[in-house]
């Protein structure tokens, strides 16, 4: 109702009807938000301007005086600075020292992958190519889970050479003890050249795993956790080292 009789004195003062008041009262407020929108834009354009005018200054100075050096840091990309170092499986190296533990296990009672390997056929695509498919083996699996000083490893064997791995995936954990070792063919990035690699593959979406340092050979920066092995002489038990306790070793929980 005020707004009624605001508009009708509006067209009373300027001798128009009630419509062409309203109207013009509208336009005037339109008018009013354009000009304080212009003025808020300008006011954040001069604070931008005069903050990089200010860091230029500031720039020219470091350059220009020789008595501040300039200090340049490495700058990571998000995707870079997630991904982890890898873990090196570095068993010979004599500045650390390992404590081996027993695994319940002869170098007898495991199984040499080196006379199992994976057996592939050739299938074809929908699109009329061929592709090789690995073909499910029968039989028990060639590692055996152990654990050992608090952790669920994986232990296997290939030709006179024992290894021991995390059992568990860091893709989505899956068993690696069920896994297949094989020889992977990857392309390295100085020359080109290509090398193959002995390798555990996970049974659930076939990442493969570098024996010798546990790196994987499908995403840059996935790794796992190797442990060094060894044959006790008298009992030609396989036992596997470690650098450190679990903490439930001095509860009394442990044998090693």
Known sequence: ????????????????????????????????????????????????????????????????SPSKPIRRRKVLSPR????????????????????????????????????????????????????????????????KKVEVNGKALALFRHNNSFYAIDNKCCHQGGPLHQGDIEDIEEIRTVGGEKKKTLCITCPWHSWHFDLTDGRCLHQEGYSQQMYPCKVEVESGEVMIGFRSFDQDQFKGRLEF
């Open 80 to 143: 870079t600075a997630a991904i982890p170092e890898p873990r090196l499986n570095r068993p010979h190296d004599s500045s650390v020292e390992i404590f081996y533990f027993r695994t319940g296990f002869k170098q007898n009672e495991i199984l040499d992958s080196a006379l199992y390997p994976p057996e592939y056929k050739t299938q074809f695509t929908v699109t009329g190519q061929t592709r090789k498919v690995k073909v499910k083996r029968n039989g028990p699996p060639l590692g």
């Open 1 to 64: 109702r005020q707004s009624t009789l605001a508009d009708q004195q509006l067209a009373i003062n300027n001798n128009i009807d009630i419509d062409e008041a309203r109207y013009a009262k509208r336009w005037d407020t339109q008018k009013l938000r354009e000009s304080s929108k212009t003025a808020t834009e300008t006011s954040i354009m001069n604070g931008f301007h005069s903050q990089a005018s200010a860091f230029q200054s500031t720039l020219s100075n470091e350059v220009s």
